[in-house]
């Protein structure tokens, strides 16, 4: 394996970050800005969106430059983005620094992919892929309990210092220790939309939009869920997340060993189906914490073992968009994240937070249909996109 795979993966971990890092720490702005819990969170929701719209659009407009210069440009604006947050004010001061963010946040994961696909043989791409989105699991493990923990102690201001830091230390190590890639050629907004008439291409994406949505429509909200059918206080709420994050580290390299051990097809349905079962089971397990820890475990590791396997079929089924494909994966990924919260929150509201878990299996069950469509009926039909614009 290439180990500049691994500085990517550093670069990942800290776009997952920032943003992760402001769920922790939500209340301490809400109070510092004088606004409401409501019209704070929505700084989660407007760097989602903003992150799965910008990544297309950002890949075309960037699509002739070099990729390691770009990747330094990015991290840069990524970098301004953060101390805008650390400078800001008011709460209009920080929508904007999210905005910032979320959109070279997106650019660069997804030249982190691109890269880190290009730069080792075809044998290790998915687990390569993997090690990249380990990066951003692994900010699960620690963006939520530092941003806790700098929150508190030094204001809410602090995490996004730490990210500035980092942001400047990820630029120093590409510019010293990535080389030239060169990209590949452009193809414009529209033609993107097009790939997806592929039938293969466009289940397999909402297949990844509706894991997500299912995913966040338990976990956006898995706070209110342990303190309430728990009964878990601030300082074991904490010691969750944590075990979350470990486990979602481990999953993500585990679906990129899956995938290039096995078959894709075979590590995307199989971790459907476990994760589907998991996430009905959760509400369940809360009368004997032990066995809640062990269904969450395994419902945390397959949440990002999808990922990788997910990323290597795509570059399998349309190989020459493969660019392309990772950008939109990226943007379903996060549209599915930001659904995934407001149908969530919805539930809470109108039902109870119990009934999160199986409203987001009923999301994984989709999931799973639109999988199978994907591989089924598009395994014997080979046209390609460029074969298909070569025809017009």
């Not at 650019?107 to 993997?130: D, F, H, P, Q």
Request: some cysteine.
């Amino acid at each position: 394996m290439d180990k500049r795979v691994y500085l990517l993966t550093i670069v990942s971990f800290v776009v997952g970050m920032a943003e992760l890092i402001i769920g922790g720490i939500l209340d301490l702005i809400s109070k510092d800005l004088g606004i409401s819990l409501g019209k704070t969170g929505f700084l989660i929701t407007i760097f989602s969106l903003v992150y799965a719209i910008s990544a297309p659009v950002l890949l075309t407009l960037t699509s002739k430059i070099e990729r390691k210069r770009l990747t330094i440009f990015t991290l840069f604006i990524f970098f301004i983005g953060n101390v805008t947050a650390v400078l800001s004010s008011s709460y209009m001061m920080l929508l904007i620094a999210r905005i910032i963010s979320a959109a070279s946040g997106s650019l660069l994961i997804v030249l982190c992919v691109t890269i880190a696909s290009n730069i080792v043989k075809e044998k290790y791409r998915a687990r390569a892929i993997g090690i990249v989105f380990m990066g951003v699991s692994a900010s699960l493990v620690l963006g939520v309990p530092i941003g806790l923990i700098l929150g508190n102690s030094f204001g809410w201001r602090a995490p996004f210092i730490l990210i500035s830091l980092l942001s400047l230390l990820s630029i120093a190590g590409v510019y010293f220790y990535m080389g030239r890639i060169e990209p590949k050629p452009s193809i414009s907004i529209g033609k993107q939309i097009r790939t997806l008439k592929n039938r293969k291409v466009l289940f397999a994406q909402l297949t990844s939009f509706l894991f997500l949505a299912g995913h966040l429509t338990l976990y956006g909200y898995l706070t209110p869920f342990l303190k309430m059918t728990l009964g878990l206080n601030g300082t074991w709420v904490s010691m969750v997340y944590l075990i979350f994050g470990i486990a979602a580290v481990v999953g993500g390299g585990f679906g990129g060993w899956l995938a290039d051990r096995f078959d894709t097809r075979f590590a995307i349905l199989g971790v459907i189906v476990v994760f589907g079962l998991s996430i009905f089971m959760i509400p369940y397990t809360t009368f004997a914490f032990p066995l809640f820890l062990i269904v969450m475990v395994i419902w945390s590791m397959l949440s990002w073992a999808i990922t990788p396997a997910m990323q290597s079929y795509l570059i399998k089924a349309s190989p020459e968009t493969s660019d392309v494909q990772q950008s939109l994966n990226n943007s379903a990924l996060h549209f599915g994240i930001a659904f995934g919260s407001f149908i969530g929150g919805l539930v809470i509201e109108h039902a109870s937070v119990m009934e999160n878990a199986t409203v987001g299996g009923v999301f994984i069950i989709m999931a799973l249909g639109t999988a199978v469509i994907s591989m089924v009926k598009g395994r014997n039909k080979p046209k390609t996109f460029v074969a298909n614009n070569e025809r017009q």
